[in-house]
């Protein structure tokens, strides 16, 4: 263990043992006896924190265990207290600290090579539950008032009894706006960045060009588009192509000129053609940086869309049931819309790494994320 890791595990054991001499929560007579589980428990994690001392291969899966149990505590608490006090707030701050102390532990395994690479996601999947768990306990331990901060609890009752809703929003915004804006928008960088790198005029006359749409402010064009292709998707695909081209163009140039000058003049004692070029050697080449267009503007186009709802759409779309709910103060309404754009946008960056991975895997980053 690193000295930083022994620093967060006597943290969260003497937060565990301070929890045990303070009030947990403003409860009833008859529910006292209740939440002393909590305190015996949290006895027991500070016992079992000397755990972490040791340099065992899989010393880690206590750590997970501690952070697993406070969690346990804390969202059986919330349900007993009615306002949260000193001790509940020392094993809140504890958990957060073993749930630290795991991910840690399990990245320097990685990282040495000690765990399976298929552990990996161990990490972000412990770092989400564990924000999730101090947004749950802070929200409904604190008395936070719903218009300001809901629990993750309520916004999870508003997506379950909000599903047509949400699924005819996200057909309007996603499945309309931003893949057609996605797909046309990254076409025409593409299309004009082969041609940039084909014409040297084209390419003192159009880059300039693209540089100049990339200046442009979202909360400008977007009006501007709406009155152009009227008030339903084809305003906000518009406006979905204009934050889409210029990544997608100025990536494409760097990849095609990333081929060495050692292989072009190869190409050329086989007497290749442009094309035959750069099909055989420059578009490969440029693969990552395609992709890594291609990842960026996954997240860039439904951010795009959603702001162009703002702007005037039918009485449909993620952008306008924000700005609509929020009028309401139906906070929980517009945290839902969040949380399906939020999964959305990471599914779609998710669906192009994995197929960047797919076609560039002769690529050295590829090969030792696999290795």
Not at 198 to 217: D, E, Q, T, W, Y
Not at 263 to 276: H, I, K, N, V
Request: proline residues 5%; charged residues 10%; contains cysteine.
């Amino acid at each position: 263990m690193t000295r930083f890791q022994k620093a967060l595990a006597l943290g969260a054991g003497l937060l565990c043992l301070l929890a045990l001499f303070l009030p947990y929560g403003r409860v009833d007579a008859a529910q006292s006896s209740i939440l002393s589980f909590p305190a015996v428990l949290a006895f027991l994690m500070a016992g079992v924190i000397s755990l972490a001392r040791f340099r065992l291969t899989l010393s880690y899966v206590a750590d997970g265990i501690l952070a697993v149990a406070g969690a346990v505590v804390l969202m059986g608490s919330l349900a007993m207290i009615d306002l949260a006090a000193p001790g509940f707030w020392c094993v809140l701050i504890a958990t957060w600290l073993f749930a630290w102390l795991f991910a840690e532990r399990l990245s320097t395994g990685i990282a040495k090579g000690t765990t399976p690479n298929q552990a990996g996601f161990l990490v972000p999947a412990m770092f989400g539950t564990a924000i999730l768990v101090v947004w749950e306990a802070v929200t409904r331990g604190g008395g936070v008032p719903t218009i300001l901060l809901p629990a993750p609890s309520g916004i999870w009752d508003q997506l379950i009894n909000s599903v047509p809703v949400l699924a005819a929003d996200f057909y309007q915004t996603f499945i309309k706006a931003v893949l057609t804006g996605y797909v046309m928008g990254c076409a025409a960088g593409f299309a004009v960045a082969i041609a940039i790198d084909r014409s040297p005029f084209l390419k003192r006359g159009l880059l300039p060009l693209g540089n100049f749409v990339s200046a442009l402010p979202l909360i400008g064009i977007a009006p501007i588009m709406v009155m152009w292709f009227g008030f339903d998707w084809q305003s906000k695909a518009a406006v979905v192509v204009v934050m889409t081209f210029f990544p997608m163009l100025v990536n494409t140039i760097s990849g095609l000129n990333a081929s060495g000058e050692m292989e072009r003049d190869l190409m050329r004692t086989y007497a290749s053609s442009y094309w035959q070029t750069l099909g055989k050697l420059r578009l490969p080449a440029a693969a990552p940086f395609i992709f890594n267009a291609l990842k960026i503007n996954s997240t860039l186009a439904l951010i795009g869309a959603i702001v162009a709802e703002f702007f005037g759409t039918p009485i449909v779309g993620m952008g306008f049931r924000i700005s609509s709910e929020i009028g309401k103060l139906n906070v929980e309404m517009v945290w839902a819309e969040i949380a399906v754009a939020a999964l959305a946008g990471s599914a779609f960056y998710g669906v192009m790494a994995l197929l960047e991975r797919a076609v560039t895997f002769w690529h050295p980053s590829v090969r030792s994320g696999r290795a």
